[in-house]
């Protein structure tokens, strides 16, 4: 019988069209990137890397991945040699959200050009080129915090003092009861 699909955006519909490169962004990042001593494939991403879809039942938005060994890769970047070939996989659910779209494509090329660590220089920079949308303006973003909270064990809290309970709303526990404001 065929498997039940898993994952938080397992529900979106596989794309009959291949993924769209921004061809702006690329060119953005590249001009972004100029001087910036860890993009050591810089000189040749722009023709090296593939778009493709990932699997509705990935819970990733995105991933890179370098078809070189993870040591063959360590010598490719202490040599600032070319990377051979790349890809990015971007999910099928972004399709909903240009802005998302668009700011993963950036997290996952700058990536690929040699920022492999999530450091805050490559947090600004994907912010700079193109910046997240805000919880409250991606129905993406919200319907992935409903599927996350909808799994959480704790669906509701209760304040010991006043005795206040409320809906679990957010990932994180909160602080401060909503009506005494007394920590929890």
């Avoid at 090296?48 to 509705?56: A, K, N, Q």
């Avoid at 920022?115 to 805000?134: G, K, N, R, V, W």
Wanted: net charge neutral; aromatic share 6%; proline share 8%.
């Amino acid at each position: 019988m065929g498997e039940k699909a898993n994952g938080p955006l397992s529900d979106t519909p596989a794309p009959t069209m291949s993924p769209t490169v921004p061809e702006t962004l690329v060119s953005d990042v590249i001009a972004s990137l100029s001087g910036h001593v860890d993009a050591v494939f810089l000189p040749w991403i722009a023709d090296r890397f593939v778009l493709e879809w990932l699997s509705v039942d990935d819970d990733r938005l995105g991933m890179t991945r370098f078809e070189a060994g993870p040591t063959d890769l360590i010598r490719l970047r202490r040599l600032r040699l070319d990377p051979g070939a790349v890809t990015i996989g971007l999910h099928p659910a972004l399709l909903e959200d240009e802005q998302l779209y668009n700011h993963t494509f950036v997290h996952e090329l700058l990536h690929a050009a040699g920022l492999t660590l999530h450091s805050p220089q490559h947090e600004s920079l994907t912010q700079a080129i193109a910046p997240a949308p805000a919880l409250r303006d991606s129905p993406l973003l919200q319907r992935m915090r409903a599927s996350v909270l909808e799994g959480m064990k704790v669906q509701s809290w209760t304040c010991k003092v006043c005795g206040y309970a409320w809906k679990r709303t957010t990932v994180r526990r909160p602080t401060r009861c909503l009506k005494c404001a007394r920590p929890l």
